[in-house]
């Protein structure tokens, strides 16, 4: 893309049906899924301009899309408060009904979307055995859960959490933070055949040394032929970012490569936040990463065999601290969204920039700093980024969701 040309940025919201469904009752946390029709109209760019996909008394949390081609999968996490609910709605999306509900004592987290050939398949941990473990579960087109498809991945004394899931197009590839150990965490990988079962034993990709060493955050993506894997670990003291390879067949393909510097100019960095993303020919790094108290979204590079491609790049503006990037690569850039509190409150931001890293556009904010922004999430639609987050400007946390659209001119 031409940097010289003149870019527009056109907000479009969505003004069609919603239906909502939530998947898995619990205690304190709710799994939630949405289906969300693609019925969008032109606006000029506001940042206030958005659409509240949730409006209950209790927080949506942790939101992650998927595009299926005409629309939008989305699934997220509800707060119940102590009592277990199953909401659903249809347009407007304010109106829920409570259909169904019990007092089990576990909690959901991390809940991971991907598409399937034939519908969704989702991955996410709970804690209905005492610890966390990592389940498996596929859904029907409408995000139905598919009678006896539930599937557990995990049994380990110590817990599992944070699970990163991906579709081959024949089965699944799974990464998870696993503490097999007491004190360590340490990443796992496993492969799954197309109805969740495992096809062969875990693979531990580290190796944590200390009691108080964790690695965590797994980002797993599928090339075509094999794994690239990012998550993050304090091995060095402060948080750092690794990478690996994993071959299809599941085992390891080389070492496991330190992307992120500890250390900088005489002063300690603290990386955080992978976020892994396949281009095609190469694999994108987007983290949170620099100094600790001021860290910034940075891009790091990387073959197709794991090595770096120069050096790191710092994609974010400002002085403030930016964290929690998530990214999506249109075939030409990339869309980026990030938390910023370069406000005094943490706002929801986005930016577009090239496959090298050049910016294409300056840092954009979503929201207006009314209210506390978190759990963001954003996917490439063919024509545009749709991004959906959570904020508190209604008191308790609500999912909200715009699309930005890059245009451009002579």
Wanted: glycine content about 10%; proline content about 3%.
């Amino acid at each position: 893309m031409n940097r010289s040309k003149y870019m527009r940025l056109v907000s479009k919201v969505m003004a069609g049906a919603f239906f909502c469904t939530c998947l898995f009752s619990c205690s304190d946390m709710m799994n939630y899924f949405s289906l969300i029709d693609k019925y969008l109209r032109d606006i000029s760019f506001d940042t206030g301009e958005s659409i509240q996909v949730t409006n209950l008394v209790t927080d949506s949390r942790d939101a992650q899309l998927v595009w299926n081609g005409s629309g939008f999968a989305v699934t997220w996490l509800e707060e119940t408060m102590g009592a277990s609910e199953i909401h659903s709605f249809a347009h407007p999306p304010g109106n829920h009904n409570i259909t169904a509900s019990n007092t089990a004592n576990y909690r959901y987290y991390a809940p991971c979307l991907v598409k399937t050939s034939g519908g969704y398949a989702l991955a996410w941990s709970d804690s209905r055995f005492g610890n966390q473990e990592i389940f498996f579960a596929l859904l029907d087109e409408a995000g139905r859960i598919t009678a006896g498809s539930q599937r557990r991945i995990t049994n380990t004394p110590g817990g599992s959490a944070e699970p990163s899931l991906v579709w081959t197009g024949g089965g699944f590839g799974i990464a998870w933070s696993d503490r097999q150990a007491v004190g360590m965490y340490d990443i796992y990988f496993a492969l799954l055949d197309e109805q969740g079962n495992k096809t062969a034993g875990d693979v531990r990709i580290t190796n944590m040394p200390e009691m108080t060493d964790y690695a965590q955050a797994p980002s797993l993506v599928w090339t075509g032929t094999r794994f690239g894997l990012a998550w993050q670990d304090n091995h060095y003291m402060n948080m750092n970012i690794y990478f690996a390879l994993i071959n299809a067949d599941g085992s390891k393909n080389g070492a496991n490569t330190l992307l992120s510097a500890p250390v900088e100019n005489g002063e300690a960095q603290s990386n955080y936040y992978p976020e892994l993303v396949w281009t095609g020919t190469e694999f994108a790094l987007f983290f949170s990463g620099g100094k600790v108290l001021a860290p910034k979204i940075e891009l790091s590079r990387i073959d197709s065999n794991g090595n770096e491609i120069g050096e790191e790049i710092v994609i974010s503006e400002g002085s403030s601290s930016s964290y929690s990037p998530k990214a999506s690569f249109s075939g030409e850039y990339f869309g980026f969204s990030w938390i910023d509190n370069r406000s005094g409150t943490n706002e929801l931001y986005f930016a577009c920039c090239s496959s090298t890293g050049q910016k294409l556009t300056s840092d954009l904010p979503i929201t207006d700093g009314s209210a506390h922004a978190s759990c963001n999430d954003i996917e490439w639609t063919g024509s545009g980024f749709a991004l959906v987050w959570s904020d508190s400007r209604t008191g308790n946390a609500d999912l909200y969701y715009t699309e930005q659209v890059l245009e451009t001119g002579p």
